[in-house]
């Protein structure tokens, strides 16, 4: 699990980035813009999921 953390949580966190980038990129439809921000926020909340269970199982 320990090995296996990092790599899970640099892939959520450049999915996150990616999505911003991209959102910031296009933020001339505001239905698009809106769309990118709930996937910005959902991914957001796994890598915090991520990162609480890390440390929940990491005791």
Do not use: E, T
């Amino acid at each position: 699990m320990h090995d296996a953390f990092p790599i899970v949580m640099g892939l959520a966190l450049f999915a996150v980035l990616a999505v911003l980038v991209v959102g910031v990129f296009r933020m001339g439809d505001p239905k698009r813009s809106n769309k990118l921000m709930r996937w910005r926020v959902a991914l957001q909340a796994l890598a915090l999921l991520i990162l609480a269970l890390f440390f929940l199982l990491g005791r």
